[in-house]
């Protein structure tokens, strides 16, 4: 397998799962894990060519930009898609037992939209990550829109329709503006490659306006705060598999895409006052998540309120390593935080749904006793709660740890102060569901019966965010491969 | 109302912020038609725009067929179909048009799909006109029996999709490159795509009006009500 | 500055688009936010296309013109699953406004409604 058609395979795959699941409903589960192994081999493959060659471009058609479409694959591009696949293929694994297990007649015709549906949000993925063309990204945007709004939906209940219509909403009137964005772009640049716009691009009242454009739609799809309002009940009321994609993968899309936008086609225009104006709104999100988090009587808002909170970590990215010489120890670190992210809120949502199941309800203060019925799960959430608050050896910690760093190395010891302020909420809304599921009853309630599965899983997952804590000097070094920033990394390491 | 005046000042700030943008672009902008003319040659066709959707930028119409099936397959998740209960007894000059009006109609889509490569047209302007053969089709009651059929049309919405993924594989065989056609062979492989594209888009145009699924839905089909089955 | 035949079309792509997100912030009703929704991205499309129109040559620039017929695809499948989105809605809690955010304290999910009530006559 080439690069090329690694990358081919990457995006043809799923799309093709994706229109067979419709067309043979019963295939659907069969269809999904057969992507996820050659989205597998295909990323072993692409990782060995970018370790082995740097990065990898692909001209679609031959014919090149600015006239054509080209796909990338660097060191960002490969942690995506790995967490995209790693992620992915947990919640195939679970989605299952999750639809087999409903008690309603409804179960039936949800389990059979979700694979289709699963699969179009994962071909979105793929192609974003992969893409160099900021139209391209707007028509996979709009992919990744529409089919995690569905998915949203397919709950059926009132809350989700209202919450997956809103959604909808934020969701078009967000790429519209991104679109505008970039036919402003192309009106002054003569080009859509995000390569070409690096050295065509000069700032002038044109690029600053579709900039600004191109990112209040992204930050409008990343839920950054003040435009996250739309987060907490779509998170919250999807079911339990939706959730999960939805906090650790889809809102991660955007914020990518802002990482290109800024990083590598315009980074003349990410002054010192946009850079601080970024973490600024990161710095309200993670407070302001983190206190919502806390007051939330319900376990699945409560976890939708963390991942707003959360979300502002990845935003202190900016102001942090757009020291372009050294700033890379930030730049890795937020990845990593990225990533550990996915896979420790992936867990809690899937441990909230084996709740959500078993018990009946999701309220927290009820959930006493809970550990008695499902020991896997709370461990599971307990974890992944680990991760979250950024205790060693957790990947979590490690992403805080370099973002701490590199808030000390360049004397923005503000961003600390948010850091730890945050840390110590998280843990406090981590602990107060803890609590509640250590607590022991008397008579502990027979629980509804639960497919080992889907505990399996959201415990691999927690496993998971604390176990790559030890894999982030390679993430790092893998990150390195076209990175934007440059800089030496923490433990030293080569100053490329 | 109170909140239209904050609302309206917003929006008035944003329209002034977007005419300075739009007033500051350069006045003789190069856009890439030099570009997209120079290689048409190589493209198989000559209609630029066609070359653009199909050989340039072929990438973002693979996508786009996918937006298209995405539509449909979410819509039939949300809803069930409803057709019009009119009784069409009372529209005998609705029914005398249909019958002269959708055979031109799919002539004229599948006239506009082949002329697309040389003159403006395409998979998509064909599949505007069938979409719109198949609403009046709807309209007038007809057509029933082939749009209650589920699996017929889950075949024909997916066709368009699978049919670029294979050619996006087959000319990876061979060329090596994503959608990079054997030199010459590019309008007969373009050819290819649109075809199978027309009936996809065309069916998923004209079902996105009946907005929902087939009511004559086999399998695991939810009960519409509690009392009856579907 | 473009010329003044473009400007006049450049500068009527934006207004529509302003237009457009006004009422998109400002109605409730949601067919009404749905049709300011496709509005504003008429004014996207007139940009690009009075974009294509300014380029000396020959022809205009097929580009952009590519990229709207992309863009008006996408917007009529975005607006086919909004209104059966918005006709679920309506079904579910029997207005056609999204609520303020009462969702958000909405009883868990421990009963699903019905997918969706099959009315007896379509709405016109």
Redesign the interface.
């Known amino acids: 397998m080439?690069a090329?058609?690694a990358?081919?395979l990457l995006i043809?795959s799923p799309?093709?799962a994706?229109?067979?699941a419709?067309?043979l409903?019963k295939r659907g589960r069969a269809l999904a894990l057969g992507t996820a192994a050659v989205v597998g081999a295909a990323i072993v493959q692409l990782t060995r060519a970018v370790l082995a060659g740097g990065v990898q471009t692909?001209?679609?058609?031959?014919?090149g930009a600015?006239?054509?479409?080209d796909?990338r694959a660097d060191g960002l591009a490969l942690l995506m898609l790995m967490v995209t696949a790693g992620i992915s293929t947990a919640i195939s694994l679970y989605a299952q037992g999750y639809f087999r297990s409903g008690h309603?007649?409804?179960a039936?015709?949800r389990e059979?939209?979700f694979w289709?549906?699963f699969l179009?949000l994962w071909?979105a993925l793929n192609?974003l990550f992969l893409s160099a063309d900021i139209?391209?990204l707007y028509?996979?945007l709009?992919?990744l829109g529409?089919?995690a709004?569905?998915l949203v939906?397919?709950?059926?209940?009132?809350?989700?329709?209202?919450?997956?219509?809103?959604y909808?909403?934020v969701s078009?009137?967000a790429s519209?503006f991104y679109?505008?964005g970039v036919?402003?772009v192309?009106?002054?640049c003569?080009?859509v490659d995000l390569a070409s716009l690096a050295s065509k691009a000069q700032p002038?009242?044109?690029l600053?306006?579709?900039l600004?454009l191109m990112t209040g739609g992204l930050i409008a799809k990343a839920a950054l705060f003040p435009l996250h309002?739309w987060l907490?009940?779509a998170h919250?009321?999807a079911p339990a598999p939706v959730s999960a994609l939805l906090s650790a993968l889809v809102v991660k899309g955007s914020f990518y895409i802002l990482l290109r936008l800024w990083f590598e086609a315009f980074p003349a225009l990410l002054t010192p006052g946009v850079a601080q104006l970024f973490g600024g709104l990161g710095a309200a999100a993670i407070l302001w998540g983190s206190v919502q988090a806390l007051l939330q009587?319900?376990l699945?808002?409560l976890i939708a309120y963390s991942t707003v909170a959360q979300l502002g970590y990845l935003f202190l990215l900016f102001p942090l390593a757009a020291e372009r010489e050294g700033g890379f120890v930030a730049w890795s670190g937020g990845l990593i935080f990225l990533g550990a992210h996915a896979c420790a809120k992936t867990a809690m949502f899937l441990a909230a749904g084996n709740i959500?199941h078993a018990a009946?309800?999701?309220?927290i203060k009820d959930l006493d006793g809970i550990t008695h019925s499902l020991p896997i799960s709370v461990f599971a959430f307990g974890m992944a709660g680990l991760s979250l608050v950024g205790l060693p050896p957790s990947s979590g910690f490690a992403g805080k740890w370099l973002l701490l760093n590199s808030a000390l190395a360049q004397g923005q010891w503000w961003w600390v102060g948010v850091i730890f302020i945050g840390s110590l909420l998280a843990a406090g809304y981590v602990v107060r569901v803890l609590t509640h599921a250590f607590t022991r009853v008397a008579e502990p309630t027979t629980p509804n019966p639960l497919p080992p599965v889907m505990e399996w899983t959201a415990l691999t997952l927690a496993l998971l965010a604390i176990g790559l804590g030890f894999a982030s000097h390679w993430v790092a070094e893998l990150l390195r491969v076209g990175a934007p920033v440059i800089g030496p990394g923490l433990m030293g390491g080569t100053a490329s | 109302m109170m909140r239209r005046l904050p609302l309206g000042i917003l929006s008035l700030a944003l329209l002034a912020?977007?005419s300075?943008?739009?007033l500051?672009?350069?006045a003789k902008?190069?856009?890439?038609t030099e570009?997209?003319l120079a290689?048409l040659p190589e493209s198989g066709v000559t209609n630029p725009v066609t070359a653009v959707l199909l050989?340039?930028?072929?990438?973002?119409t693979?996508?786009?067929v996918?937006?298209l099936?995405?539509?449909i397959?979410?819509v039939?998740?949300?809803r069930r179909g409803e057709w019009p209960t009119d009784d069409l007894r009372d529209r005998p000059l609705l029914l005398s048009l249909l019958r002269v009006v959708l055979p031109v109609l799919m002539l004229a889509a599948g006239y506009l799909l082949w002329i697309g490569a040389f003159a403006p047209g395409g998979a998509f302007q064909g599949g505007a006109l069938l979409g719109g053969a198949l609403v009046l089709a709807i309209l007038g009651g007809r057509g029933r029996r082939v749009l209650n059929h589920e699996r017929l049309l889950?075949?024909g919405?997916?066709v368009g999709?699978?049919v670029f993924?294979t050619v996006?594989?087959v000319t990876?065989r061979l060329?090596?490159?994503?959608?990079?056609?054997p030199r010459g062979s590019g309008g007969t492989w373009i050819m290819v795509i649109e075809s199978a594209a027309l009936i996809s888009i065309g069916l998923t145009l004209g079902l996105l009006y009946l907005g929902g699924r087939p009511t004559g839905e086999t399998?695991?089909?939810?009960?519409q009500n509690p009392s009856s089955h579907a | 500055m473009p010329d003044a035949d473009h400007r006049i079309y450049l500068l009527a792509g934006?207004a529509l688009?302003a237009l457009g997100?006004y009422s998109?912030l400002v109605q409730a009703h949601?067919l009404r936010?749905i049709m300011a929704?496709n509005v504003?991205?008429s004014?996207?499309f007139f940009?690009?296309i009075a974009?294509a129109a300014?380029t000396s040559g020959p022809i205009p620039d097929p580009?952009?013109h590519a990229?709207v017929l992309?863009?008006i695809v996408?917007s009529v499948?975005?607006t086919g699953?909004?209104l059966a989105?918005?006709d679920?809605?309506q079904a579910?809690?029997g207005r056609v406004e999204?609520?303020d955010?009462e969702?958000?304290?909405?009883p868990?999910?421990?009963?699903?409604?019905?997918?969706d009530e099959h009315k007896g006559k379509p709405s016109a």
């Open positions: 080439t090329a058609s990358i081919a043809l799309l093709a994706a229109a067979l419709f067309a409903p692909h001209r679609v058609g031959g014919w600015p006239l054509g479409i796909l309603d007649d409804e039936p015709h059979r939209y289709p549906l179009f071909t192609a139209f391209n028509v996979t709009e992919l529409f089919a709004v569905t939906a397919l709950a059926g209940k009132r809350a989700a329709l209202t919450a997956a219509l809103r909808l909403f078009l009137s519209l679109l505008l036919g402003l192309y009106g002054q003569a080009t002038g009242p044109t600053w306006v579709a600004a309002f907490p009940p919250a009321n009587a319900r699945k808002l959500l009946g309800h999701d309220r | 912020a977007l300075w943008a739009v500051s672009l350069p902008p190069t856009g890439l570009a997209s290689r050989n340039y930028r072929g990438y973002d693979l996508l786009e996918g937006v099936l995405l539509a397959v979410a039939w998740s949300l889950r075949a919405l997916v999709v699978l993924a996006c594989a990876m060329t090596g490159g994503l959608l990079q056609y399998g695991n089909a939810p009960s | 934006v688009f997100f998109l949601l936010r929704l504003m991205s004014g996207v940009v690009y974009l300014q580009v952009p990229m992309t863009g996408v499948c975005a699953l909004a989105l918005a679920r809605v579910a809690t999204l609520g955010d969702d958000a304290a909405a868990s999910d421990a009963t699903p409604v019905a997918s």
